[in-house]
């Protein structure tokens, strides 16, 4: 699997290698497959997952690739959740997260991010420790609110795009840079979509397992 290392393209003298490439895309098909509810977001995020991994130790990026080991693990996680909400309701459950929900979510990301930015700091793990380790942290932060089914998954891509566009740019990674840009727009189609579905009744009655209402 060496290839995934090589360069794909030279856009404007900026090379794009083939992990960054592929890991990226099928990151934004398992986000678009979140949007519509299905499934297939969590295989699809675990492969990308295993992609991404060669092309952040190639940027020396130590958050980036623990992230990536974070989504591999947080997608058989989700999977798992969503097969088991399935089952029990017919479809996925969206709901807003209640105010202690909030809470500890956001202090936990806080807490975490500090000590994942020192230890990378300390041990010499990223040139850009506290933005690595932020990224690091809020993407685990939005895949535990994903799987739980909670509108508030789509703020945390938010608060992680914010940080991520730039840091990819001067990783020397400008396809991650670019995707992160598209993801934006497709977060916020997917916030406005979970956001109207909070406002319809669960249906009782099973319907296929992956496909939008």
Avoid: C
């Avoid at 090379?15 to 986000?31: M, T």
């Avoid at 000590?115 to 990378?120: D, G, H, I, Q, R």
């Avoid at 799987?147 to 608060?159: C, D, K, L, M, N």
């Avoid at 990674?173 to 997917?190: C, D, E, I, K, R």
Wanted: net charge positive.
């Amino acid at each position: 699997m060496n290839w995934l290392n090589d360069n794909a393209f030279a856009v404007l003298g900026q090379q794009f290698k083939w992990n960054d490439v592929l890991g990226n895309l099928l990151g934004l098909a398992a986000l678009a497959l979140g949007w519509r509810r299905s499934v297939l977001s969590w295989p699809v995020q675990l492969l990308s997952g295993l992609v991404l991994i060669s092309a952040n130790l190639s940027a020396h990026l130590a958050g980036g690739t623990g992230k990536q080991v974070v989504v591999i693990a947080a997608s058989i996680w989700g999977w798992t959740r969503w097969q088991r909400g399935l089952r029990q309701d017919g479809d996925i459950r969206i709901r807003f997260a209640g105010w202690t929900e909030r809470g500890l979510l956001v202090l936990g990301t806080a807490v975490a991010t500090t000590v994942v930015a020192l230890v990378f700091q300390h041990w010499n793990l990223s040139w850009s420790p506290w933005a690595d380790a932020y990224i690091f942290v809020g993407t685990m932060a939005a895949m535990v609110a994903q799987a739980r089914g909670w509108v508030e998954f789509w703020f945390a891509w938010i608060a992680v795009d914010v940080v991520g566009v730039p840091l990819a740019f001067n990783s020397g990674l400008p396809f991650s840079g670019t995707v992160y840009l598209v993801y934006f727009v497709l977060v916020l189609l997917g916030l406005r979509s979970w956001w109207l579905r909070t406002r319809i009744a669960t249906p009782t009655t099973p319907t296929l397992q992956g496909a939008p209402v």
